[in-house]
């Protein structure tokens, strides 16, 4: 059967993840329903990445297989008439026979914000974490910058990780500031389950003072979660990119034009 490719964009804030699941509502769950309701068939979807309850995502990556003579483009049509007004499909295309959502994925681009301010905001209560202590984003970039290059990230492993290979390669990571808001963005061949939140908790409290400087590199040398930060409140993380064979070199120029937007947004 055709294999579909669609681009989806959520916010995560209602839902308990990505991934369909027994007692709760996911994201999956709701595209499926979609797609069964318009092939009038019980369709599964293979996604890029897992995200977890609360995390939202603007370019998030799935296929499925279909007997149906709908025209790849008209689907995300069709279904963002029937998908609920949180979960939206941005692209819809023909997919080679053997694409894999998550299995060819080369990259990925995630971005964490952080509403830096004594009181929180009513606006961006669900897309950024709040943190009212003074933040130093430069102190903070400078040790997001440790990650760069291709590390054993065990000590970035969050327990129920089930990865039996923690090696990843981090392409680049940045700390910007603009006004009250903090980003932090990530590109990396893979991340790990929870990965780059422990990253935002670990360069919030670098950045608040209340970590020393040089903790990143303390925890990849001893491999020791005991030597980051917390882990960083869901909602503040998106998943902005997802990359593949055809368009891995678009990756730098997106990562940079999603710092300029922010600069320019801001």
């Not at 939206?88 to 295309?93: F, G, K, L, Q």
Request: proline fraction near 4%; hydrophobic fraction near 40%.
């Amino acid at each position: 059967m055709p294999r579909i490719r669609l681009t989806v964009e959520y916010d995560g804030t209602g839902y308990a993840g990505w991934q369909r699941q027994e007692n709760a509502v996911s994201v999956q769950q709701r595209l499926e329903e979609a797609l069964g309701r318009l092939l009038d068939a019980d369709v599964r979807v293979t996604g890029a990445s897992r995200t977890d309850a609360g995390v939202h995502a603007l370019g998030q990556v799935v296929h499925f297989d279909t007997a149906s003579r709908i025209p790849p483009e008209k689907y995300a049509y069709a279904l963002n008439t029937m998908l609920p007004d949180d979960i939206r499909v941005r692209a819809s295309m023909a997919a080679a026979d053997d694409f894999h959502a998550r299995f060819d994925a080369r990259g990925k681009i995630y971005r964490y914000m952080m509403f830096n301010s004594p009181h929180a905001s009513a606006l961006l209560r669900h897309s950024h974490a709040h943190v009212m202590y003074p933040l130093d984003a430069e102190r903070m970039n400078e040790e997001a910058r440790a990650v760069i290059g291709t590390h054993d990230f065990q000590a970035f492993a969050a327990s129920g990780s089930v990865a039996k290979d923690t090696v990843r390669t981090i392409h680049d990571c940045r700390v910007v500031r603009a006004g009250d808001e903090v980003m932090l963005l990530v590109r990396g061949s893979g991340f790990l389950y929870n990965m780059v939140r422990i990253l935002a908790g670990t360069v919030i409290q670098v950045g608040s003072g209340k970590l020393e400087k040089g903790a990143i590199d303390r925890a990849l040398a001893g491999r020791s979660r005991l030597s980051l930060g917390v882990t960083a409140p869901p909602h503040g993380l998106t998943l902005m990119r997802v990359f593949y064979p055809d368009d891995e070199d678009e990756a730098q120029p997106c990562f940079d034009k999603i710092l300029r937007r922010f600069h320019a947004w801001t």
